[in-house]
């Protein structure tokens, strides 16, 4: 199975070598299960010349916000309608899940209760979840058709699902410690509050859901689909 990667940022520069970039992060996440994977910077405006290049397509983390004037913001979500039309398969995470909700009609702002970094405590439909978070934007109102399928105090939206058509979570499975303490060598200095980064510091090590969320994320990549009504 093809999936295609849209990568709608980059890890920190100085972290590259160590870490590689956002697409690297989830060919790891997802290896061995039976997928090949293209990339498509879409940040940088390489988008897929077709919605069927791939059988499913996975939107990235972006320093970004989603409601932020850049080139590649109106053109994405414009992609997103296309391939949830289409029954295509797509997943995303963080700015991923904001997009997805945003260009289907829901709304994504920065959150007036501030941020979330490392290690977050989830209810996932009845199953505790702890994954690495980096996030001070949300979605705030749910599109048509998305159902909450992930949530904690702090997020009341950090996961849904669009019956088979979407998957998407605010968290970042692809995140391991190491992530997230480059993001808070490199992008946390006069941005997220030391107490924040202290808690973080303190929940280094703690075991992470990332496996079962990859499982989750294969699980719905392989659905059985009927082609949507109308497409090619």
């Known amino acids: 199975m093809r999936i295609g990667i849209l990568q709608c940022g980059q890890s920190p520069a100085e972290l590259k070598g160590e870490i590689g970039d956002y697409p690297d992060m989830f060919v790891r996440l997802l290896?061995?299960?039976?997928f090949d994977f293209d990339v498509y910077h879409v940040e940088n405006?390489?988008?897929?010349?077709d919605?069927?290049?791939?059988d499913g397509w996975l939107l990235t983390g972006s320093r970004h916000g989603a409601y932020e004037d850049h080139p590649f913001i109106a053109p994405l979500e414009t992609l997103v309608r296309k391939i949830y039309d289409a029954g295509i398969p797509v997943v995303g995470i963080c700015f991923g899940h904001q997009i997805i909700a945003q260009a289907l009609g829901?709304?994504?702002?920065?959150?007036?209760?501030?941020w979330a970094v490392g290690a977050q405590d989830y209810d996932f439909d009845g199953v505790?979840?702890?994954?690495?978070?980096w996030h001070q934007d949300q979605v705030v109102s749910l599109p048509e058709g998305a159902r909450v399928a992930g949530r904690n105090a702090f997020c009341a939206n950090a996961a849904l699902i669009y019956g088979d058509r979407a998957y998407t979570i605010q968290a970042h499975p692809e995140f391991d410690d190491?992530?997230?303490?480059?993001l808070m060598d490199t992008r946390a200095k006069g941005v997220v509050p030391q107490p924040l980064l202290d808690r973080a510091a303190q929940r280094m090590g703690e075991v992470k859901a990332s496996h079962a969320i990859a499982d989750r994320m294969e699980t719905f990549f392989?659905?059985?689909?009927r082609k949507a009504e109308g497409a090619a």
């Not at 829901?106 to 501030?114: H, Q, R």
């Not at 505790?128 to 978070?133: F, I, K």
């Not at 190491?178 to 480059?182: A, L, M, S």
């Open 31 to 34: 290896a061995d299960r039976g």
């Open 45 to 49: 405006m390489q988008f897929p010349a």
């Open 222 to 225: 392989k659905l059985p689909r």
């Open 51 to 54: 919605i069927d290049d791939a």
């Open 128 to 133: 505790p979840v702890t994954l690495n978070a």
């Open 178 to 182: 190491t992530v997230v303490q480059g």
């Open 106 to 114: 829901g709304k994504v702002e920065k959150y007036s209760g501030g």
